[in-house]
């Protein structure tokens, strides 16, 4: 079956950091990636997405290339600010239904 | 427009007392979906939807019913509720174009079951 494993958090972060949060997953067929945020007592929605090989997704200043040779899909940003402090998923879908499959998420925290 | 709206926002039962979650999209969405939040697993999919009258199972569907009458709302049952259930609940929605779409989600719905 379809799997997203992400890094572990709390990732705490002073304001101007570079963030990485790394995601890999195993998956049949070619899935579309997907990161998506949840900021505090909020719903999830969707940061960027990218579906197929290659593919960078953009968004708010984050980024992630889908690399189907090493089945990663790492979000990057160069400069984190406070309101970035938010529950990150990284999340793939393989079916025509579009259902979801989440990695666990990874909580980011940036101080001033 | 409200988007995806969920009601009620949080709910405390007790063991085997029934409840309803309900969902509502104002976007013309063909798709549905109900997902469960618990601490460090993510989000899991308990039933979905693929239009008005349809609805399948998810990953965890055990213990949960949905019922998709309407487009834009499609209901969660708990008949008998466990502390299992114990969770936060989101329901999301999508134009349903298949593996590239975007799924809009609703502010979730806090359930503690004692």
């Known amino acids: 079956g379809n799997s997203v494993t992400q890094m572990e958090g709390p990732v705490t972060l002073s304001e101007e950091a570079f963030l990485t949060i790394n995601c890999t997953y195993t998956?049949?067929?070619?899935?579309?990636l997907f990161w998506y945020v949840q900021y505090p007592g909020e719903g999830l929605q969707l940061l960027l997405k990218a579906t197929k090989a290659d593919d960078k997704g953009s968004n708010k200043g984050f980024e992630a290339t889908y690399r189907k040779e090493t089945t990663s899909f790492h979000l990057e940003k160069g400069s984190v600010q406070v309101s970035d402090s938010a529950v990150y998923f990284c999340?793939?879908?393989?079916?025509?239904?579009?259902?979801?499959?989440f990695g666990a998420g990874t909580q980011v925290v940036v101080t001033p | 427009n409200a988007g995806v709206t969920q009601t009620p926002k949080f709910r405390v039962l007790k063991t085997g007392q029934s409840m309803t979650l309900l969902c509502a999209q104002d976007?013309?969405?063909?798709?549905m979906y109900w997902y469960r939040q618990d601490p460090g697993m993510g989000l899991r999919l308990i039933h979905y939807s693929v239009g008005e009258g349809t609805t399948a199972k998810g990953e965890v569907p055990d213990g949960y019913n949905v019922s998709r009458l309407k487009k834009q709302n499609f209901l969660l049952g708990l008949e008998s509720a466990a502390p299992s259930q114990t969770s936060v609940y989101f329901c999301?929605?999508?134009?349903?174009?298949?593996?590239?779409?975007?799924?809009?989600f609703g502010p979730g719905t806090r359930l503690t079951v004692l």
């Open positions: 999301a929605s999508s134009y349903g174009q298949g593996n590239t779409d975007t799924q809009y």
């Open positions: 976007m013309n969405h063909e798709y």
């Open positions: 998956a049949t067929g070619y899935p579309s």
């Open positions: 999340a793939l879908t393989t079916d025509s239904w579009g259902k979801l499959q």
